[in-house]
């Protein structure tokens, strides 16, 4: 079962709308968390790493 975690800062002041992201067996998966059976996106573990180190900027 994959385990999808949503980023603590979702509560402050976003009612809520935040991505999540989870350790899939073939990279970085990011979901929106308000409609998590919409799908979601798979990025290479290099292209996730390049999303996460850009977030935190």
Not at 27 to 33: L, M, Q, T
């Amino acid at each position: 079962m994959t385990r999808w975690r949503k980023s603590s800062r979702s509560a402050e002041g976003t009612s809520g709308q935040c991505v999540e992201v989870a350790a899939l067996p073939s990279g970085g998966g990011v979901r929106d968390s308000r409609a998590p059976e919409g799908g979601h996106l798979v990025l290479a573990p290099a292209a996730f790493r390049v999303l996460l180190d850009e977030l935190k900027r």
